[in-house]
T-cell receptor
Framework: DTEVTQTPKHLVMGMTNKKSLKCEQHMGHRAMYWYKQKAKKPPELMFVYSYEKLSINESVPSRFSPECPNSSLLNLHLHALQPEDSALYLC???????????FGPGTRLTVL | TQLLEQSPQFLSIQEGENLTVYCNSSSVFSSLQWYRQEPGEGPVLLVTVVTGGEVKKLKRLTFQFGDARKDSSLHITAAQPGDTGLYLCAGASGGYQKVTFGTGTKLQVIP
């Protein structure tokens, strides 16, 4: 069973706040992803970490700052967000060498 | 840019009916995944298909990967209210780091 945990489950923040989203896995999978998903739309890739190094940044604004402190943790630091950044933020992991991704439950972010 | 078009976009059916969801592309994929997602939750993996022409069954769900690995279908037999959700296909090519998600099919099964 592949388990990915995300905290917090819900987050409400103002446009001047600084907050962080956390993703944790204990499967030893070496690829970790951040996605943004708006209502009724498919997930949009933001960042990919491979072996704890940032390998893909899909031209994401600098107000989103990812961090991978170790093979089990992935953070997304948020600063000076806009209301249009309100969305479900999903973390996913993938075993190296396979295409399949396993998703966490997501963090519902609301920016006021 | 690779695109995966799903059809239909929305489907509302009565419990017990059968349905098929399609996932089509002009690109070739090395593998394709199907996910089901409930509102406010992350997508849950249903199946991965990797071989052209492959058919996989998961209880009442049957998944098929096209011979040319450009398309896939999901068939549900005797749909139940618990099948309600957003169904997403996702195609991978050229390595594990990037997948292309389909446009999604929102299914509602009415008791």
């Amino acid at each position: 069973d592949t388990e990915v945990t995300q905290t917090p489950k819900h987050l409400v923040m103002g446009m001047t706040n600084k907050k962080s989203l956390k993703c944790e896995q204990h499967m030893g999978h070496r690829a970790m992803y951040w996605y943004k998903q708006k209502a009724k739309k498919p997930p949009e890739l933001m960042f990919v970490y491979s072996y704890e190094k940032l390998s893909i940044n899909e031209s994401v604004p600098s107000r989103f700052s990812p961090e991978c402190p170790n093979s089990s943790l992935l953070n997304l630091h948020l600063h000076a967000l806009q209301p249009e950044d309100s969305a479900l933020y999903l973390c996913a992991i993938s075993p190296g060498g396979t295409d399949t991704q396993y998703f966490g439950p997501g963090t519902r972010l609301t920016v006021l | 840019t690779q695109l995966l078009e799903q059809s239909p976009q929305f489907l509302s059916i009565q419990e017990g009916e059968n349905l098929t969801v399609y996932c089509n592309s002009s690109s070739v994929f090395s593998s394709l995944q199907w996910y089901r997602q409930e509102p406010g939750e992350g997508p849950v993996l249903l199946v991965t298909v990797v071989t052209g022409g492959e058919v996989k069954k998961l209880k009442r769900l049957t998944f098929q990967f096209g011979d040319a690995r450009k398309d896939s279908s999901l068939h549900i037999t005797a749909a139940q209210p618990g099948d309600t959700g957003l169904y997403l296909c996702a195609g991978a090519s050229g390595g594990y780091q990037k997948v292309t998600f389909g446009t999604g099919t929102k299914l509602q099964v009415i008791p």
